[in-house]
T-cell receptor, first 113, second 116 residues
Framework: AQSVAQPEDQVNVAEGNPLTVKCTYS??????LFWYVQYPNRGLQFLLK??????LVKGSYGFEAEFNKSQTSFHLKKPSALVSDSALYFC???????????FGTGTRLQVFP | DSGVTQTPKHLITATGQRVTLRCSPRSGDLSVYWYQQSLDQGLQFLIQYYNGEERAKGNILERFSAQQFPDLHSELNLSSLELGDSALYFCASSAGGAGYMNTEAFFGQGTRLTVV
């Protein structure tokens, strides 16, 4: 079965510091991976995706993610965190049998001033 | 604006009642997905429709049902409601189909259901 795991419930980082939100996946074959962000009382917003090609994917709001096949990881990164980045972040993988998105449990990012 | 519309935004109802949540997908999207998010919980996949047909079923209770209509909008019906059904219910849509696996899904703003 395909799945993603987000090992950290919460990540705390000071504003201006780099941030990393971790995600590992378990997929047969090549994965289609996604990151979404959820602000309070809002729906999920798409940030970026990895389909094929360059292992470093750039997305919205200055976020990027690094695909690592040997470590089966797809970590979300940002060079300099903003307080406004504080939100709930979800990693997801596409189920190739049904095309539904399978989500991780989410990581709450808290950026302190 | 994602282009996915969910109504109503908020719903307060009593235990034992039945409610219907509505979702209009983005123009052209054939796949519709329903997810449940309880307080401080992750996203639990409920059910997926593709072009009017049920495509995948997740942890959806027997008291819940859904359908996708010919105009591609979808409805999620929740009956015999219990306190534990209080949650945010999200609808998402994507182009769908084998040729569109690399496309992202777009989410509506959700319906917050409170059962009292």
């Amino acid at each position: 079965a395909q799945s993603v795991a987000q090992p950290e419930d919460q990540v705390n980082v000071a504003e201006g510091n780099p941030l990393t939100v971790k995600c590992t996946y378990s997929v047969s074959g090549n994965p289609y991976l996604f990151w979404y962000v959820q602000y309070p009382n809002r729906g999920l917003q798409f940030l970026l995706k990895y389909i094929t090609g360059d292992n470093l994917v750039k997305g919205s709001y200055g976020f990027e993610a690094e695909f690592n096949k040997s470590q089966t990881s797809f970590h979300l990164k940002k060079p300099s965190a903003l307080v406004s980045d504080s939100a709930l972040y979800f990693c997801a993988v596409r189920d190739k049998n049904t095309d539904k998105l399978i989500f991780g449990t989410g990581t709450r990012l808290q950026v302190f001033p | 604006d994602s282009g996915v519309t969910q109504t109503p935004k908020h719903l307060i109802t009593a235990t034992g009642q039945r409610v219907t949540l509505r979702c209009s997908p983005r123009s052209g999207d054939l796949s519709v997905y329903w997810y449940q998010q309880s307080l401080d919980q992750g996203l639990q996949f409920l059910i997926q429709y593709y072009n009017g047909e049920e495509r995948a079923k997740g942890n959806i209770l027997e008291r819940f049902s859904a359908q996708q209509f010919p105009d591609l909008h979808s409805e999620l019906n929740l009956s015999s409601l219990e306190l534990g059904d209080s949650a945010l219910y999200f609808c998402a849509s994507s182009a769908g189909g084998a040729g569109y696996m690399n496309t992202e899904a777009f989410f509506g703003q959700g319906t917050r259901l409170t059962v009292v």
